[in-house]
């Protein structure tokens, strides 16, 4: 199914400008899904609470995102990308002041939630809205500055945390929002063309989108709950239950619907089907990784804060920097084999991490952690492009909201993966089951149990390459696809 742009859209001259001011909203969205993290021990002082509560701080933001982004997707392409991308950028921008204002912790969660609300439409449409401005020959390269924006943010979000942190007060993690927001939205207003809506007389799929949310929803909360009680307990497993029931009910729904949310039809497009499966490998991997090593930095290799928040740093900016490159081979040659060769750079870089004990360096780590950031920015690049080539132009949103679904989805699976194999691993290499001095075991322990989870992160890394080549070419949605 290729993707047709209108040429009054394609050509505009100003589409550049644009791309900078979708990229600053996809950065401001990323930056506020990390940024509070570092903020949670102090928040847990100010706003006189505890840490059972504090968590839902970001949790709010994520299980908003998670559960409506296809909605958003869908609605963006039925009533105008432009017009839904910036109210949504318009409802984050004030519920960031309204976050900053916020007198205790309930209001906090209760505005992150809201500002979770406007960010969905940011993430589940900036993609979508780069692929109807940019032509097929400029689309990779364009999709490539916005997946450094992602990663900037992601590589940003805890260190400007901690910057605004020792020199203001939490109030202005909030703050810096509205500022840029209004700036970013003034800008979109201005040179973004309007974009023709889609065809027909579809309506909004609100069943469908109530039961996604209530699957999604539910999935989160057993992924959240089962880290902390474990994944055998029972509220944990009705979770699980209700997630799969809802989401059968929703694939029942969009068989039956006139106009669903998901067209299912796309999923026999196996460019298509085999992007978004790559996606959510990817994903799992990044999640896994990202997780477990700062505890490998700070308990294993002894670095501090600081200095595991810029050891840290080093993947996303590496990434960050490769993006806008992987983008623009991806035009010339072709997206299928420039994704394989950003998978096997994340393997590459997991096996290499594997080899790393007590005696790490930051030079050592460094040069290990370029190889994932390598890869994340070659892979994110050529593999929207490609998914979204693959789709003609009415279903451009919901293919960048299922983009942004898989990465939600694949983390949030990769780290209690990487968190059940660590810990099993770990113990049982110290001869104890009691997961409580999981944190005080000998480092040689730590080590091993982190080894398989960095053994494990590149076998599924592996797994990503073989999805992504072995998908047919199917339809070509440009010469650069």
């Given amino acids: 199914m290729p993707a047709h742009q209108p040429p009054t859209v ?51 933001y994520l299980l908003v995102v998670s559960s409506l982004v296809l909605g958003a997707a869908r609605m963006g392409d039925l009533y105008g990308k432009k017009r839904i991308y910036l109210t949504g950028m318009a409802v984050f921008t004030a519920a960031s002041l309204g976050c900053a204002l916020s007198p205790d912790v309930r209001w906090l969660i209760g505005m992150r ?23 097929p020959r400029e689309r990779g390269r364009a999709l490539g500055f916005i997946g450094t924006s992602v990663l900037l943010g992601v590589a940003l979000g805890p260190s400007l945390g901690g910057l605004i942190l020792h020199y203001a007060s939490w109030h202005w993690m909030f703050l810096v929002n509205i500022p840029v927001g209004l700036v970013a939205i003034t800008v979109l207003g201005r040179v973004l ?11 909004f799929d609100w069943p469908g989108t109530v ?23 029972g509220p944990v497993l009705a ?9 059968v009910a929703f694939l029942v729904v969009q068989k039956q619907s006139a106009s669903p949310l998901v067209d299912l039809r796309l999923f026999t497009n196996s460019r298509f089907a085999g992007g978004l499966g790559a996606c959510a490998l990817t994903f799992v991997v990044i999640g896994g990784i990202s997780f477990i090593l700062p505890f490998f930095l700070q308990l294993v290799g002894g670095f501090s804060a600081a200095q595991v928040g810029l050891l840290l740093a080093i993947s996303p900016v590496v990434g960050g920097i490769t993006a806008p490159m992987a983008g623009h081979l991806a035009d010339r040659i072709g997206s299928r084999w420039v994704t394989a060769l950003g998978t096997c750079s994340i393997a590459l870089g997991c096996f290499l991490l594997a080899t790393l004990d007590e005696n790490v360096t930051a030079l050592s780590f460094g040069l290990r952690a370029a190889f994932i950031g390598l890869g994340t920015g070659t892979f994110n690049a050529a593999n929207n492009s ?23 989805l694949g983390q949030s699976t990769g780290v209690p993966l990487a968190a059940t194999i660590f810990g099993l691993l770990a113990l049982g290499h110290a001869g104890t089951r009691d997961a409580l001095v999981l944190l005080d075991l000998p480092p040689a322990s730590l080590v091993h149990g982190t080894r398989w989870v960095f053994l494990a992160a ?5 797994a990503a390459a073989v999805v992504t080549t072995a998908a047919k070419r199917g339809e070509q949605g440009s010469k650069s696809a």
């Fill in 239 to 247: 979770l699980f239950a209700l997630a799969a029931t809802g989401i």
């Fill in 211 to 233: 039961l996604l949310a209530g699957g999604l929803v539910s999935l989160g909360l057993a992924l959240t709950f089962g880290q902390r009680h474990g994944f055998g307990t």
């Fill in 458 to 462: 590149g076998l599924v890394a592996l």
């Fill in 10 to 60: 394609a050509a505009s001259p100003r589409r550049w400008i644009g791309l900078a001011g979708i990229g600053t909203g996809i950065f401001m969205f990323t930056l506020d899904g990390s940024i509070v993290n570092v903020a949670l021990p102090t928040l847990v002082t100010e706003l006189s609470t505890g840490f059972a509560t504090v968590q839902w701080i970001p949790l709010a």
């Fill in 113 to 135: 939630a809201v500002q979770g609300l406007g960010g969905v439409f940011v993430a589940a449409l900036g993609a979508a809205i780069i692929a109807e401005i940019f032509p």
């Fill in 386 to 408: 490609s998914v979204l080539n693959s789709v003609d132009r009415e279903h451009l949103g919901v293919a960048s909201g299922l983009l942004s679904l898989m990465r939600t």
């Fill in 193 to 203: 063309p309007v974009i023709p809506r889609s065809h027909g007389r579809a309506k």
